[in-house]
């Protein structure tokens, strides 16, 4: 019987936004388990600390300055990962923002740069790295969504219509690059504690309302979301594709109403 793998030792992994939040820990995660990792994002101090914490777990890092809503920055920053490492094998499209604004105060502004970031961005990374992968004959592709990408909630329409379309295009690309040896899945966060979901957090009113929705009875930290990026990175994961495995506590299994 040949056992999984989960062992990333000699593969070369992209994080967006892998700066800082989410996408740090997955970067961190994947470095442990064996993988070279370059990060990118639009601050570049913070991703040299990322790279740091890379390098002192043995692997080699590189830290790509750019802003995934502009398509040259998506072209040059594969290009830079490819002319590093000589292939790419792992893309998380973890880089994204939300802001909450009531539906009828949204401008035009706001959607597209919300847009711009989560839903195109992420795209366009999917099909720069594609180019690779498929020449590659393998590659795995992890798209960050959301638990708006199953349900609805207040105030972040324009969030929400991205992560669902995340996933929508993850479950496309997965049914069309599936035969050149490419899984396309994604992981769905709950609440985790970052500097985007921190302000909310902070709330006390807010989170005597979102604690009984937590069947496991707390926010999840970035850690949490380790196990799953290794996982969908790994040979162990070579039969799933155009999955989403939800992180998120319980959240949308059910309530933990104390009746
Ligand atoms: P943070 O705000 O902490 O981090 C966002 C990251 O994305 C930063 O590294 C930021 O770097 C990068 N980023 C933002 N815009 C761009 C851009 N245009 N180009 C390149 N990089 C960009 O958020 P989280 O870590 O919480 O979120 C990470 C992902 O997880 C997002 O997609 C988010 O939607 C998703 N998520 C998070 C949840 C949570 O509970 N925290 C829940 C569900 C989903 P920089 O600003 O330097 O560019």
């Not at 072209?75 to 604004?101: C, H």
């Not at 324009?158 to 050149?180: F, H, I, N, Q």
């Not at 799933?240 to 009746?259: A, K, Q, R, T």
Request: glycine share 12%; hydrophobic share 40%.
């Amino acid at each position: 019987m040949q056992f999984p793998s989960f062992d990333l030792n000699g593969r070369v992994a992209l994080v967006t936004g892998g700066g800082r939040g989410i996408g740090r820990a997955i970067a961190l995660a994947l470095a442990h388990a064996g993988a070279d990792v370059a990060i990118s994002g639009r601050t570049t101090s913070r991703l040299q600390n990322t790279a740091e914490e890379i390098n002192k777990l043995g692997r080699k890092s590189l830290v790509v300055t750019a802003d995934i809503s502009k398509l040259q920055d998506i072209e040059n920053m594969v290009r830079t990962v490819v002319n590093e490492f000589g292939r790419l094998d792992i893309l998380v499209n973890n880089a994204g923002i939300n802001k909450r604004v009531p539906s009828l105060e949204v401008t035009e502004e706001l959607w597209d740069s919300i847009v711009d970031t989560n839903l195109k961005g992420t795209f366009f990374c999917c099909q720069a790295a594609g180019r690779i992968m498929l020449k590659q004959g393998k590659g795995k592709i992890i798209n960050i969504c959301s638990l708006t990408s199953q349900i609805g909630m207040t105030t972040i329409a324009p969030y929400g219509a991205t992560k669902s379309g995340v996933l929508g295009l993850t479950r496309s690309l997965a049914a069309e690059w599936a035969r050149y040896g490419i899984n396309v899945n994604a992981i769905g966060p709950g609440y985790h504690e970052t500097d985007l979901t921190r302000p909310l957090l902070e709330n006390k009113a807010w989170m005597e309302k979102l604690m009984p929705r937590i069947p496991i009875g707390r926010v999840g930290t970035t850690e949490d979301l380790m196990g799953a990026a290794v996982f969908l990175a790994s040979d162990a994961s070579n039969y799933v594709s155009g999955e989403i495995i939800y992180v998120d506590g319980g959240f949308l299994s059910g309530w933990n109403w104390n009746l």
